[in-house]
Structures are given as structure tokens and as C-alpha cells.
């Protein structure tokens, strides 16, 4: 087994956070670095992350969380930032890992997880899962603001896809990405002379905020799991 995929069976990450942690020369196999592609792995060998022993886990947790403003979405951070584990760490009695991400001054719905294929699946842009948000701007959009949000923007050199736009009361947005680029709706509202000023993200495909408090967190439904493991299922063609 690829040793991406053997680090997401352990809930360590998905596949994609995976070989970010063997880049930045955080995981071992038998103790020996492991930061090169190509790396296959077995029951056998000894596979470790910042010097703890990994293996696959028994049972798959799935969270559903509204991150607040202020908080990092990442498992651990170097600047001692409050992070989204913090939210869950007296509740949750295992790792878990956030798929995706929101910035810290953003808020809402955000997957937690120990699955890393799932996360995998969540993610990959092949799906074109949509992510719908609520921005807030410091001023009414124009007509001809919408209209290119709808076709695609440039940032960062390179065009988006159109988002789906829709408006909304008190200079506030409705908007819907199947791309995941860092701080892509901000950026986005930028090209066309606005600013965000405060950004919700409210579903991932079927999975939904709803009614979850701030800061809190929820199981997924039956429903929501059958979402997530199908497309599990079709990444591996099962």
C-alpha cells in the first residue's frame, strides 16, 4: 500500500495532507525518513508522524463543526493560535483531522475526521462538489460585478470557474465554488472593487450547517454518511 493512503487509513490526514507531512520530512517508515513519492508500505513495517507510531484506525468518526472567527483549521499550529481541535478536544476522545479549509477570519460549516479517504473524496476537485457561502461586502454589488463572478475571475494568474451567485439583503452574497483555492471567495470579490467582510461557509455538497450552534459540533446523519461513503466507493471503483 502507498504510504499516502496507509496515512490516511490511520487518520492522520487525507492522501493530499499526506504527502505534505512527508515533504516537510514529518513522517518515518522504520526510521528512516520517508519524504520521497513511491513509498509502498506493509502491516509489518514501523510508519510514525513527529515521532509517534501510527496505524489504521479501528472505528471512523465524522463531525460536523461550526468553526468561529479566530480559530486556525489545522491540528496543530507553530504560532500557538487556537485551533479547531481546541473546539472538540474535551468531547472527542480521538484524532481527528479538519478536511478543507476556512481562514481564521471566517466561519462555519467545516468536516471533521479521522477517515482519509473520505477526505480525500471531499475534496477532490474531479467531484465539483459545491461549497455555498454568505458574504458580507462593504457595498452593494452592481449588475456587472455579478455577472463576472458568474463567468470566472483571475486570481493568482489563473481564471475560475463561475461561481453561482445570488443576492442578497444588506450588500450580502449567496455564493457557490466548486474550487477549493486559499481564500478564493475573498479574493474573488476583490477583482471586482469589493471587500468581504465577514464570510460563512453553509454546506459542502449535502452536508449542511443548519441549525449548529457556534462553536459546537454534530454527528453526521445516516444520510450524510451514505453521501460521503459513496463517493468513497466510486474513487476506489467499488
Known amino acids: 500500500m502507498r504510504l499516502q493512503k496507509y496515512l490516511a487509513e ?14 516537510k520530512g514529518r513522517v518515518t517508515v522504520n526510521d528512516k525518513a520517508a519524504d520521497k513519492p513511491g513509498i509502498k508500505v506493509s502491516e509489518r513495517d514501523i510508519v510514525k508522524v513527529d515521532g509517534k507510531i501510527v496505524k489504521p484506525v479501528a472505528k471512523k ?33 480521538a484524532r481527528v483531522f479538519p478536511v478543507g479549509r476556512l481562514d481564521l477570519q471566517s466561519e462555519g460549516l467545516l468536516l471533521m ?12 476537485p474531479k467531484h465539483d462538489i459545491a461549497k455555498k457561502y454568505i458574504a458580507v461586502l462593504n457595498d452593494a454589488p452592481t449588475k456587472a460585478a455579478l455577472d463576472k463572478l458568474r463567468q470566472g475571475v483571475v486570481i493568482d494568474g489563473k481564471k475560475t470557474k463561475g461561481a453561482k451567485v445570488r443576492r442578497l439583503p444588506n450588500n450580502t452574497l449567496e455564493i457557490s465554488i466548486t474550487e477549493g483555492r486559499n481564500r478564493q471567495i475573498r479574493k474573488m470579490i476583490e477583482t471586482v472593487g469589493l471587500e468581504v467582510t465577514a464570510l460563512k461557509r453553509v454546506s459542502i455538497g449535502m452536508l449542511n450547517l443548519g441549525n449548529i450552534p457556534l462553536g ?23
Not at 463543526?65 to 496543530?76: D, E, F, Q, R, W
Open 10 to 23: 490511520c487518520g492522520v490526514s487525507s492522501r493530499r495532507g499526506a504527502e505534505e507531512l512527508m515533504i
Open 61 to 93: 468518526i465524522y463531525l460536523l463543526l461550526n468553526k468561529p472567527v479566530g480559530y486556525v483549521t489545522t491540528v496543530k499550529d507553530d504560532h500557538n493560535r487556537q485551533t479547531v481541535i481546541d473546539l472538540i478536544k474535551d468531547e472527542v476522545n
Open 113 to 124: 475526521t479521522n477517515d482519509g479517504e473520505a477526505a480525500f473524496a471531499l475534496t477532490h
Open 216 to 238: 459546537r459540533w454534530r454527528h453526521l446523519t445516516k444520510a450524510e454518511l451514505q453521501y460521503l461513503k459513496g463517493m468513497v466507493k466510486n474513487d476506489n471503483g467499488k
